[in-house]
Every structure is written in C-alpha cells, then in structure tokens.
C-alpha cells in the first residue's frame, strides 16, 4: 500500500509533492504504536452471552503476547497495540479453525472486541487490566476464571435430561484453589411436575460450600433456546461438596414451580432471574432439550 502511494507521490508535479507526503505522514501517525496501555490483562469470549474461552495478554513497549484457553489447550497470540488502544490479530485454533480478533481498551484499561471465524461463527470479548498479574496461568494471571469443556448430556426423547458437565478452572482466592469442576445432574418428572437435583466434584485445594452455576438450554439441533435474543439457562442449589479429589457430594430431589425452570441471566449483576412463564416452561420441557455450557458465577459468595 506504502509502496503504490509513494510511487504515486513521485510522478506529481513538484509542488504538491510535500501536500502527498504530508498525507502519507498523517497516516503513519495514525497507525503509531502506543507505549501508554503497557501492563498485564486478562478476561473472557463469549458467543452469544455464553462464556467459551479465557485469555491473558502482557504489553510491553506496544507490543501485546498473550494467550487464548478454548478448554483444551493455551494457544499463543501477538499484536500491536496502536494510539487509539486497538490491537488486531488472527490465531488458528486446535480445530483447525481461523479466527479474527479486534479489540480496543479504553482509557481505564477495561478491553472491549469481537471476534469472528472461518466457521461465520462470532463473538465478543471483554476484559480489564490484571492488576494481580505474575502468580499463575499460562502467561502469569491470576484471573478468576472456569471455562466449559465438556457435556454428556443427550437430547433422546424423553423429558428431563441428565448428565454431567465439566468446566476448567484457574481460581485462586486465600486458601481456595480450583482447577477444574464437574456437575452431574438429574432433571425428571412426577405427576406432571419437574424434579431435579445437582451434585459437583472438584479438583484443588481447600474446601467449596457453595457455587452458582447455570447450564444453557440445548435443542435437537445443538442451537442454545433465546427468548428475545437471550439465552435461556437452568440453575438450582446444588448439593453438599466433598472434598477436593473426593468425588461427587449427594443432593436430595427438589420439584420447583414452572416459573423457576427455566431462567435469563443478568450479565452486569452475575444473577439469574424468571423471564419464562409456566405455559412456556411446559412447551420447553414436552418438546425436549439437554443442557451445556456450564457457566461458573461465583464460587463461596465470591464472583468470578
């Protein structure tokens, strides 16, 4: 592109050479690294509201490395970072798949992007500077962060669905370390009302009372169910926790109202609340469905 504008400046009559250059000046200066968003960040993809991957990101001098979790493995990624805080870069992932990363930081460091695929899958991403950077992850963050692995859960024609659900984790708070955790879950019904119960394992150190966690709601055709546009989710109380390492606490079966089955999250508060009325819950339940993309909120009170 330099190349075709220079060239382009030399065969202009002498005295709109400087005007040319001064053009191709102004451009440079718009494509400046920028030394002023150097230091350590960390946040999450996402596809459709649903949480599918983590990241950290080091600048230094302008130059940003960093590294994207898909659930499977760390893979490496570079950039530049310009002076109006936006960095673009491209990664292949595990799959083989192609993806495009734009993103921008503002003026308080929080990082806001999309990100599309040689799939025409896309997404958003979101982040802030990792102010207790250099203690753990693939590049040194200590993000609070469980990302979805994998489901055993099967749409089969039958009402309700069980299965279990595994997410990775990179959590450490205090005494409490979590690298992975597992839901196994039972949904039924008896006498033409919903039963369900939910009990984890867990990998790490120190111990869990409690979590709050969600599961979107899955078709047939593997499509997350919206309502307006918003994914529909399940979550309950789960039940007791054992140990780390110690297998699957025990959970008693609970039968809760129609309203309460399904539910819409509220990404700015990390709570679930009721968006789907009893008739619809009903249609939901009869036309079958299985759950996925377990997504981890807050872990002892605390929120991710």
Known sequence: MYKFLIATCLVLPL?????????????????????????????????????????EMSIADGLAFGYYYDGSEWIAFNGVIYADGKLKFGMT???????????????NLNVSGKWSDSDDEKGTIEGSVDYNSGNGGQGGSTSNVCVFSSSTGTVDGE????????????????????????????????FGEVTRKAVFKWEGLGSIS?????????????????????????????GTFE???EGFGWDVTGSPSWSDVFLLLDKSKGEFYQGVDAEMAKAIYKADFTLSDLIILNINGEKL
């Open 15 to 55: 005295g709109l050479l400087s005007s040319c250059f001064d053009f191709l000046k102004e451009d440079e200066e718009i494509l400046e690294i920028s030394l002023a968003y150097d230091g350590d960040y960390a946040g999450i993809a996402s596809q459709s509201g649903i949480q599918i991957g983590i990241w």
């Open 93 to 107: 992932l595990s799959n083989g798949v192609l993806v495009d990363v734009t993103l921008v930081i503002d003026d």
């Open 159 to 190: 009402l309700g669905d069980s299965g279990e659900m595994t997410t990775e984790c990179t959590y450490t708070l205090g005494d409490l370390t979590v690298t992975s955790l597992t839901l196994r879950y039972e949904l039924g019904i008896f």
């Open 210 to 238: 409690g979590v709050l966690w969600g599961a979107a709601v899955i078709n047939e055709n593997g499509e997350h169910l919206t309502l307006d546009g918003n994914p529909l989710y399940m979550s309950w109380e789960e």
């Open 243 to 245: 140990g780390p390492g």
